[in-house]
Structures are given as structure tokens and as C-alpha cells.
């Protein structure tokens, strides 16, 4: 039997972890914000011109995804991941290039 956790287990589990070590009072923050935005009428609106977000994410939620950057080892498992609550901090290239180094043996400049 097979006991590699999916790629879905993964990340739920990266995602679990992340909130405790990184920033929960950061996940508080985001969902007191989210909650002050729809007090705004934003859905509303999003409705009127179209946007149904929960549709558009196809499961019925109104929830905008966090920016993630993942390397896959050949063994299915997540050897490196970079996942941030601000989508303005992105990986640095030069991280997911040496992850990628270490799993393939490449060089990179």
C-alpha cells in the first residue's frame, strides 16, 4: 500500500504548519479584513459586474488563493515551497533554483 501523502496532503498539511509558524496573528488579521471588505458591499458589487467569485473558484467559497511557489521532488513530495499571505513577497529565485539544483544535480548560474 501506498503511504506517500497526495500532492492535496501536502499542502493542506504545508498550510496547517505555515499558519503556526509563520503568522497566525497574520491569518487573524486577513480574516478580520476579509470580513471588514464584505461589510463593504464588495460582493455585492462583484455580483452585479459578474463576478461570482465562489462560482469562479468552483466551490462555493469566497476565498482569493495565497501565492505559492512548490518544487516537487521526482518522489511526488514537496521539496520546497514558499507560500505567503502578502502577494506581494515572493519567492526568491535563487531559493527555488537551489532546490531545483538539489534535486536534479544541475548547475546554475
Do not use: W
Amino acid at each position: 500500500m501506498n503511504t506517500t501523502p497526495t500532492l492535496t496532503q501536502q499542502l493542506a498539511d504545508y498550510k496547517a504548519d505555515f499558519i503556526q509558524r509563520v503568522a497566525p496573528e497574520r491569518v487573524t488579521m486577513m480574516e478580520g479584513a476579509t470580513g471588514d471588505l464584505r461589510a463593504t458591499g464588495i460582493e455585492t458589487r462583484a455580483l452585479q459586474v459578474g463576478n461570482d467569485v465562489p462560482v469562479l473558484n468552483g466551490n462555493g467559497r469566497s476565498l482569493l488563493p495565497l501565492p505559492a511557489t512548490c518544487v516537487i521532488g521526482r518522489d511526488g513530495r514537496i521539496v520546497f515551497a514558499h507560500v505567503e499571505s502578502d502577494y506581494r513577497e515572493r519567492a526568491e529565485p535563487a531559493d527555488v533554483l537551489a532546490a531545483v539544483a538539489r534535486q536534479t544535480g544541475a548547475h546554475f548560474v
